[in-house]
């Protein structure tokens, strides 16, 4: 009995490995029990329809096949209203040649007549985010840490180390190999405003790609803090200080509010003279 059922065994593998060698291409399964199963017909959102087992579509192969969400809808991003607010759509709008330089889909582009563009004195706004801070009494020490830069660490080297490097000053594993140029050190754009490394981060610049479609709004917004800290290490310093425990507490964390930067107000009707706007650079 026992030796009918490994001989059973033996000879359905035999005859799977004989039948599935039964083909020249070395990159075929060969005979194909069910191959809805090797195979299932696409029709997941990123698929790309233009390819389907060795047909292709040119126009198809094109096309953006995942859905666009109805224009003007958000993501859910819970109910905290600050958190909210920073993920609406972002009111400076890229220019309208980033559809074709930087790849932007689904985005509103500014009108080539109004003078929305990048380094425009419109993108001197200031960074909405506050920073987390939290403070734990450990002995004797009360000890801080700053959990939002502590989160843009984690996003930089996964989005933009390779390119920035570790200390931000453009020389990142990518400039090391040759692969790569042009990439600023940090400390140089220290003159730029908040607004301004949002605009760049998110839509792009130059030969930096847009990251629109990897890091939310928040989450850059955090990078722009991080960008600061490595212009400025104290940049966060009496944030930092500014949270203080009261006697018998032992863990407190607060969002505090930046506000190094001057609030400007801008006109959108004023006609802002490029050699006047607060920036070296570009
Ligand atoms: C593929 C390489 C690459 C990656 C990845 C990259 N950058 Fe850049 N970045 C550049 C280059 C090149 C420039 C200079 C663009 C120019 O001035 O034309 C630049 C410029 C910048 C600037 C200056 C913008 C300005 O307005 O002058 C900031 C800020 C910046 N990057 C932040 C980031 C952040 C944050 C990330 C990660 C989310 C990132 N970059 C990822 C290559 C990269």
């Known amino acids: 009995m026992k030796i009918r059922l490994v001989g059973g065994v033996m000879l359905t593998a035999i005859s799977v490995v004989l039948f599935g060698s039964c083909v020249s291409d070395k990159d075929s399964s060969g ?5 809805d199963m090797y195979r299932s017909p696409a ?15 040119a126009e198809l192969a094109l096309q953006q096949s995942a859905l666009t969400p109805p224009h003007g809808t958000i993501p859910y991003y ?67 840490k700053n959990l939002t830069l502590a989160n843009a ?40 405003a908040d607004g301004q490394l949002f605009y760049s981060i998110y839509y792009g610049k130059g030969m ?13 917004w955090s990078l722009v803090h991080y960008i600061r800290k490595f212009q400025d290490a104290d940049y966060d310093k009496s944030a930092m200080e500014s949270v ?14 930046v506000s190094a930067a001057p609030k400007v107000e801008v006109d959108p009707e004023a006609d802002v003279d490029p050699e006047m706007e607060p920036t070296e650079e570009n």
């Open 244 to 257: 203080t425990l009261k006697d018998g507490q032992k863990e407190v964390t607060k969002m505090v509010e």
């Open 208 to 220: 930096m790609g847009s990251h629109a479609s990897q890091l939310n709004k928040k989450e850059i």
């Open 43 to 57: 029709i997941e959102p990123y698929v790309d329809y233009g390819q389907i087992q060795g047909r292709e579509d």
């Open 153 to 192: 660490k984690k996003l930089y080297a996964a989005n933009c180390m390779h390119c920035h490097g570790e200390k931000g000053d453009g020389n990142g594993p990518m400039m090391a190999s040759g692969a790569y140029s042009g990439v600023p050190n940090y400390k140089d754009k220290a003159s730029l």
């Open 78 to 144: 819970g109910t905290n209203q600050e958190d909210v607010t920073l993920m609406l759509p972002w009111e400076i709008l890229p220019n309208a040649v980033f559809a074709q330089t930087h790849g932007l889909k689904g985005f509103d582009f500014a009108d080539p007549e109004e003078d929305t563009y990048e380094n425009d004195a419109a993108a001197w706004t200031w960074n909405p985010l506050k920073l987390e801070i939290q403070a734990n009494l450990e002995g004797e020490e009360v000890v801080r």
């Open 31 to 35: 005979l194909e029990y069910m191959p």
